[in-house]
């Protein structure tokens, strides 16, 4: 049955199967248990978006499985069922987190009437975590693809929750904007922020940067420093390339996961923090436990909430939206007119593997409205998909020639340096590190507005 889907549970078996049979005809999918317990594998093995259950049961009564369907994320719509007299239970459950509740012997359309509101209620959260996550995700990242919608959402459901994420993809997915729009998303969105590529350091130096050190802890700590983690307390750190994190490193990172605490190279207490942790990586950090290169019990601590960014390959409908949106971009920084996208540009975009993902389309395209005259876009520029045969000819001053590319590219960074100046033509010659009159110069040979002088 496609409709929504409803848990059942109750120790009488016949209440079961009159609610079943209710349920079924109302259009929702109906799987039983007989108690709390039953209940709580059943839900962990397949959630259902809405539970109802009887409020005294043997081994986990309904209050007991309420509280603990309540941890789960996203959490049921709990609805109880009551006997005659037990109306204070069923409002202090009310209290506790339940939907709604009804009395046993319950009345079909009171049963059905408080049952349409839940299934109205899970509509409406999963509508507006819809929502909330692709304008999350949609400040950091261009898409349209259903993989894409799909990661929005999960990005709206656990970015305000205070759980470690472990974000994994291919390199140039985007998974530090995805990390970005977690942040966004979290009640931390206004504390720091702190980003570390653990591939960047080497092992000792990475220890330090992350955790901190004590003056003298070694050759060149002229003075202690708190540490990465330290300038994060109250808000969040994005370890990025985690699989690259070096082994005394990932003991002190998993101490920092279970108990809050941070020690600094050279000292011998520890410090107390109070750190989100995301991580992210195109590594599989499976095979590298099975190599023993990464620590169980770390990638375990990591991989609370896993998010995974789907490689361009695998999302062909954001290709022509990244694009409109890449050449958008490039047109206004290079300074040329608005540009028309032509479909053969989008069929070759559409036909190519994109092994190095938004990262690579991002650079081809910037590399295109560099390189390619003002009058439009030269697709034999693409460093990828050249069609058989040769190569137009290219002389020193045609459109294809070096010369004119070369003034192309030019013409764009004197645009972006004016326009990084605000049109002040001292501070854009001095970005540029050319003279004031070659500044000049440029701006008559290609036809720019100049701006102002200093102190106009």
């Given amino acids: 049955m496609s409709g929504p889907r409803a848990l059942v549970v109750d120790d009488d078996p016949g209440v079961r199967y009159t609610l079943r049979e209710i ?6 999918a109906v799987e039983e248990a007989a108690d709390g317990e039953a209940a709580l594998a059943a839900f962990d093995a397949n959630p259902a978006p809405l539970v109802i259950t009887d409020l005294r049961m043997p081994r986990l009564d309904g209050l007991g499985l309420l509280a603990a369907l309540s ?29 709604d509740f009804f009395k046993k012997p319950f009345d079909t359309d009171e049963l059905l009437a408080v049952v349409r509101r839940a299934v109205e209620a899970v509509r409406l959260r999963d509508e507006n975590e819809r929502l909330a996550g692709e304008l999350a995700l949609a400040r950091t990242m261009v898409f349209t693809s259903a993989s894409m919608r ?41 504390r720091p922020f702190v980003r570390f590529n653990c591939a960047a350091l080497s092992p000792e130096l ?35 390339e985690v699989g690259e994190l070096a082994g005394n490193a990932q003991a002190k990172l998993l101490r920092v996961l279970q108990e809050g ?35 169980e019990d770390l990638y ?66 910037e590399s295109l409205v560099a390189l390619s005259p003002p009058d439009g876009l030269d697709l034999s520029l693409l460093p990828f998909g050249q069609e058989a045969g040769p190569a137009p000819a290219a002389t020193e001053d045609g459109p294809l020639g070096l010369k004119g590319r070369v003034e192309a590219y030019e013409r764009g960074l004197v645009v972006e340096a004016l326009r990084a100046a605000r049109g002040n033509r001292s501070e854009a010659a001095r970005k540029l590190a050319v003279s004031r009159v070659t500044l000049h110069d440029k701006l008559r040979k290609y036809g720019l507005s100049g701006g102002e002088d200093e102190g106009a």
């Fill in 71 to 99: 941890t789960r994320s996203p959490a049921p719509r709990v609805v109880l069922i009551t006997a005659q007299g037990s109306e204070r239970d069923a409002v202090a459950a009310i209290k506790a987190g339940a939907f």
């Fill in 23 to 28: 349920l079924e005809q109302e259009g929702l």
């Fill in 206 to 240: 990475a220890e330090a940067e992350l955790f901190g050190h004590a003056r003298g802890a070694f050759t060149g700590a002229v003075r202690s420093r708190p540490g990465l983690f330290g300038e994060a307390d109250g808000g969040t750190i994005l370890l990025d």
């Fill in 150 to 190: 799909a990661l929005a959402r999960l990005v709206a459901r656990v970015g305000p929750r205070d759980v470690t994420i472990l974000i994994t993809g291919e390199s140039g997915t985007g998974k530090e904007r995805v990390a970005e729009a977690l942040v966004r998303a979290s009640p931390r969105a206004e």
């Fill in 300 to 365: 375990y601590r990591l991989n609370v909430v896993r998010l995974h960014v789907p490689p361009l390959r695998d999302r062909p409908d954001d290709v022509a939206l990244l694009a409109r949106h890449f050449l958008d971009r490039f047109a206004e920084r290079f300074g040329v007119a608005s540009l028309r996208v032509p479909e053969a540009l989008l069929d070759r975009l559409r036909a190519h593997r994109w092994p190095g993902n938004v990262r690579e389309l991002e650079n081809a395209l």
């Fill in 261 to 295: 605490e941070v020690r600094p190279v050279g000292e011998e207490r520890s410090r107390k923090v109070d750190v989100r942790v995301l991580a992210a990586t195109h590594r599989d950090l499976e095979a590298l436990v099975k190599a023993g290169r990464f620590r």
